[in-house]
């Protein structure tokens, strides 16, 4: 299994700062029709997980263009500039290349 | 608006078998994957299961193969997932999720919670 290897654990953050956040995996992402399938999700307190980045780079429907992803092979960072309260959580970045499909084990967002 | 919605968690006995149901609305379900994913009270995501478009094939990691089989009902807009032989480690919150082929889920449940004890 492709193990995602998160860093940090958890951050504290001052509104308005910014943070990155780090996902490497044991094995390349790059599928062999070309596409890297790295995504990173949010869950908020009591909510569910939401997707924000798709396929390193791309973001989701409504996310913010303050969140931003990058990358490739096996080393992934998700920065984000000038956070918000509602930015508050903990992030999971998660890969689609190859069976089964694992998650890092999450990144918790704090305020300072 | 893409909505998902999960029923059937609740209390279950090591050993015994319970289903999880899904209805899907917003969007036409028969054109996506649609994917299980659990998460164990106070840790992190893992995938449980996936099902194709068309409910040709099923995919499932190790934790689950032989005893959790995905399925779906494309003129009820509904995914479900049976659960047989249920375990303590079973217990989690199963979210059902929308998949864009195996790549990732963009749209999440609410969740359901399944608790797996004597």
């Known amino acids: 299994d492709v193990v995602m290897t998160q860093t940090p654990v958890s951050m504290s953050v001052s509104l308005g700062g910014q943070v990155s956040i780090s996902c490497r995996s044991s094995q390349s992402l790059v599928h062999n029709n070309g596409n890297t399938y790295l995504s990173w999700y949010i869950q908020k307190p009591s909510q569910s997980p939401q997707l924000l980045i798709y396929k390193v780079s791309n973001r989701f429907s409504g996310i913010s263009d303050r969140f931003s992803g990058s990358g490739s092979g096996t080393d992934f960072t998700l920065k984000i500039s000038r956070v918000e309260p509602d930015d508050l959580g903990v992030y999971y970045c998660g890969q689609g290349t190859q069976y089964p499909n694992t998650f890092g084990a999450g990144t918790k967002l704090e305020l300072k | 608006e893409v909505q998902l919605v999960e029923s059937g968690g609740g209390l279950v006995q090591p050993g015994r078998s319970l289903k999880l149901s899904c209805v899907a609305s917003?969007?036409?379900?028969?054109?996506?994957?649609m994917t299980w994913i659990r998460q164990a009270p106070g840790k992190g995501l893992e995938w449980v299961a996936s099902?194709?478009?068309?409910?040709?094939?099923?995919y499932y990691p190790d934790s689950v193969k032989g005893r959790f089989t995905i399925s779906r009902d494309n003129a009820k807009s509904t995914l479900y997932l049976q659960m047989n032989s249920l375990r303590s480690e079973d217990t989690a919150t199963y979210y059902c999720?929308?998949?864009?082929?195996?790549?990732?889920?963009?749209?999440w449940g609410q969740g359901v919670m399944v608790t797996v004890s004597s």
């Open positions: 099902i194709t478009n068309t409910g040709g094939s099923t």
């Open positions: 999720t929308r998949a864009t082929g195996r790549g990732y889920f963009d749209y």
């Open positions: 917003g969007f036409t379900f028969n054109n996506y994957w």
